[in-house]
């Protein structure tokens, strides 16, 4: 698991007391997104160079694996919330 990803889980446990359930339902999303860019940027997760068109093509890609709408959606209030987390922490620039 990446280290971000890490630091913003345990900002949502501790700082944001989220549920255990909650935390790792986030884990899972983003660690799935993490394999997926990893999967298209030659092993690399850097989010300051995640684009929109990468998220587009995630997208796309759990709609052909039959992944419900309504749990796509969850993903992607989980990788919102956490490109929101890295903008407060000042490691992307653009959500």
């Known amino acids: 698991m990446d280290i971000l990803i890490d630091d913003f ?51 796309v890609c759990l709609l052909d694996e039959k992944i419900s709408p309504v749990s796509v959606n969850r993903k992607l209030s989980s ?3 956490f490109f929101k987390f890295l903008m407060k922490q000042k490691i992307v620039s653009v959500n």
């Open 79 to 81: 990788l919102k919330s």
């Open 9 to 59: 889980l345990n900002y949502l446990r501790y700082e944001r007391n989220y549920s255990d359930y909650t935390v790792k339902a986030y884990s899972k999303d983003l660690n799935q997104f993490e394999e997926y860019v990893k999967s298209c940027q030659e092993g690399m997760f850097v989010p300051d160079i995640i684009d929109a068109d990468i998220v587009r093509d995630w997208i």
